[in-house]
């Protein structure tokens, strides 16, 4: 099978100078005589990546949401507590926010990142104890219980 490489691949394509060989992760034919190295858009294992020094830019959108809560059918945020489930497998958990993983990229650490990260990981943490202590009461579920809860997280959240 013979393909031409397509306009928006073209400057994507290995460097004659520097790619290693060519190759495919998963082979095209089933055959053991004949290896075939290149896939349909001519790309291998070893064609150049990304420029790294390419300029990426830091909206700190991501920054602005503490929660990542489900949403229901109805697209409200669901609280789930995880340690009425398995407190085992939620003490193993940090709680940190997803986008602190930013911090560990040089290129995006900035001065007053650090503080941002541990004043929503605390606050982060501060549901988490009020989950744990709803599931350590041991209360049973009647309804003004569980409004209870619910106004205690909502203000909580607020």
Sequence with gaps: MESGRFERMKHRGPVKDTAET?????PTKDTDEELVWVDVQGETPYSDPPDPNMITIDHEMDEEHIWNFMHTGYNQSRVSN???KSAWDMARKTHVP???VKQGLPSFVK???SEKIFRHWNHRLGLEKIKLLHVLTGENLKPETRQRRTKEISDYLE
Excluded: P, Y
């Design 111 to 113: 001065d007053g990142r």
């Design 82 to 84: 995880g340690f009425a």
């Design 98 to 100: 997803g986008w602190a």
């Design 22 to 26: 060519e190759g495919t992760i998963v």
